[in-house]
């Protein structure tokens, strides 16, 4: 056998453990970079509830979402945003893969996993390359409610304002403790 065959082996296993030690990187910048958002948005949100209402608090999250995320990706060089397989804003539809991570999530949340743990990454492989995909579930809160959950939970003018923001709302009907969401993390590798 000429000896360079003979490490072959060698070399192919390590060069899985470097990929695998990126993978672990990446996932802990993902997992870093969801919580920022999920930080600084909610705290947003609340100042806004206390100080202006919910209603006008809808624009927070329209608003404050994109640029906390836009700022955030050029910090770290990693694409962010929110999608929901039930979507408020009609472009946070989730693609194959992300309708794949929010159905896993949801059976794993039933099954009795803590919501704060609710994370999946991986690395995928097409034709163009390889991406490394990340999604972490956003699990409603009693706050939440005042805009995602079920009427009664829902003001007159928080109504009124997504019915003329967005017609083809499909993010009420919420309890507390469900998956709203995930915030999906994604980079070309
Ligand atoms: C003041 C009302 C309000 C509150 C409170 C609120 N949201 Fe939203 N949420 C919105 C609006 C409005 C949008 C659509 C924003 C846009 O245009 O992109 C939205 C969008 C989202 C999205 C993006 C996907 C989609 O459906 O467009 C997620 C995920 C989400 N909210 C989760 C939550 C969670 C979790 C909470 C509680 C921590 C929460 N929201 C609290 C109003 C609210």
Not at 19 to 38: C, K, M, N, V
């Amino acid at each position: 056998m000429p000896p360079m065959l003979k490490f072959a082996p060698l070399l192919l296993a390590l060069a899985s453990l470097s990929t695998l030690a990126a993978e672990t990187d990446l996932t802990a910048e993902a997992r870093q970079a969801s919580q920022r958002l999920i930080m600084t948005l909610g705290g947003e949100l609340k100042a806004s509830m206390a100080s202006s209402g919910p209603a006008k608090s809808l624009a927070v999250c329209k608003e404050q979402a994109p640029k906390i995320s836009a700022e955030l990706s050029q910090k770290t060089g990693l694409k962010i945003h929110r999608v929901s397989n039930r979507n408020r804003n009609p472009e946070a539809v989730p693609d194959a893969w992300e309708a794949e991570a929010i159905a896993s999530l949801e059976k794993r949340l039933a099954a009795g996993e803590k919501p704060e743990t609710l994370e999946v990454s991986t690395v995928v492989s097409a034709p163009a390359g390889k991406t490394f995909r990340y999604a972490k579930a956003l699990v409603t809160q009693p706050m939440c409610l005042i805009c995602h959950g079920t009427p009664e939970f829902i003001p007159e003018s928080v109504k009124a304002g997504i019915a003329s923001e967005y017609p083809l709302d499909k993010a009420v009907g919420y309890g507390p403790g469900m998956i709203r969401g995930i915030i999906s993390v994604s980079k070309a590798l």
